[in-house]
């Protein structure tokens, strides 16, 4: 496995729910888990939890942050680990305060997610107003679960892509701390916004619009591309469209994409006949990345 290849799948494993880890180990079921007394502290804002998305926080500095929290085993660490020490040196620079939650705490406080002992009160993150002056972006269709944002925008900025555009009627209303772990922390740097339908043409007219499809696709209005085909001008403003995972893209979106982009699959005779949204997304911005260094 190569570099890139460790890189991307990386970016999309965002780790498994902490409590049927714990539920295991316990003994207890899920429901006692959830339901056992812990008291703890009130939050101005919500709970935004792991080290990369705090450290990213605090570097990006557009939440407020009304106070950290850290674990003793977490903060001693921080000799060793370079990731915490920065956290806490921006802490004290910033002059947050600094407090400490018992591990149950740390797993009720963040719905039992994995945590890595460091959280933040924060406020929460707004969605941005849609700029039009990007050379790229990445347009999500129907795309709504937390953990394939945070993975796709985890790989667009990996990749230079620093706005994220969803589907005003096709998103989630919130952008919220799982998306941010699972993008571990990218989030944090980039512009989210969102669109109507009633604007969409408008909005994106200054930009080529490229959608993805599945193989097999036909469409009799817009070119189909295998990926290894797909060729760009370097100097055009490119919005690359990415629809769902059961529907894919809308009819709406479909009509406004100049081509369709696919990836083919090796396996002619079987059933996964599909790839992971975020995956489909590394895959095609790194194809589109290349295909730049080539021009």
Do not use: W
């Amino acid at each position: 496995m190569n570099c890139f290849t460790k890189r991307l799948f990386s970016s999309i494993d965002s780790g498994p729910n902490l409590i049927f880890r714990k539920a295991k180990v316990s003994g207890k079921s899920i429901e006692d888990l959830k339901s056992s007394k812990v008291i703890v502290p009130g939050f101005k804002g919500e709970a935004l939890y792991g080290t990369s998305p705090v450290l990213e926080a605090l570097i990006a500095g557009r939440r407020k942050i009304f106070k950290l929290y850290i674990k003793r085993s977490v903060k001693d660490r921080r000799f060793e680990d370079g990731r915490v020490s920065k956290i806490l040196s921006l802490a004290e620079e910033l002059k947050i305060p600094v407090g400490r939650l018992t591990q149950a705490q740390f797993d009720r406080k963040t719905n039992f997610q994995l945590h890595n002992g460091v959280c933040i009160d924060a406020s929460s993150m707004s969605f941005s107003d849609f700029n039009d002056e990007c050379q790229q972006l990445l347009f999500l269709d129907g795309v709504l679960d937390p953990g394939n944002i945070g993975a796709i925008a985890r790989t667009a900025f990996y990749f230079g892509i620093s706005q994220l555009v969803l589907r005003s009627s096709r998103c989630p209303n919130l952008i919220t701390p799982v998306m941010s772990k699972a993008s571990s922390g990218a989030l944090e740097h980039m512009s989210v916004s969102k669109l109507d339908d009633e604007v969409l043409r408008e909005k994106l007219s200054g930009f080529t619009l490229i959608g993805t499809v599945e193989p097999g696709s036909t469409n009799e209005k817009v070119p189909i591309i295998d990926i290894r085909n797909f060729t760009t001008d370097q100097g055009k403003k490119l919005a690359l469209v990415l629809g769902d995972e059961g529907e894919g893209m809308s009819p709406l979106m479909r009509s406004l994409c100049e081509k369709l982009v696919t990836i083919p699959r090796l396996r002619e005779n079987s059933s996964v006949n599909s790839l992971n949204v975020s995956v489909a997304a590394g895959i095609f911005l790194y194809h589109l990345n290349q295909t730049y260094i080539k021009e």
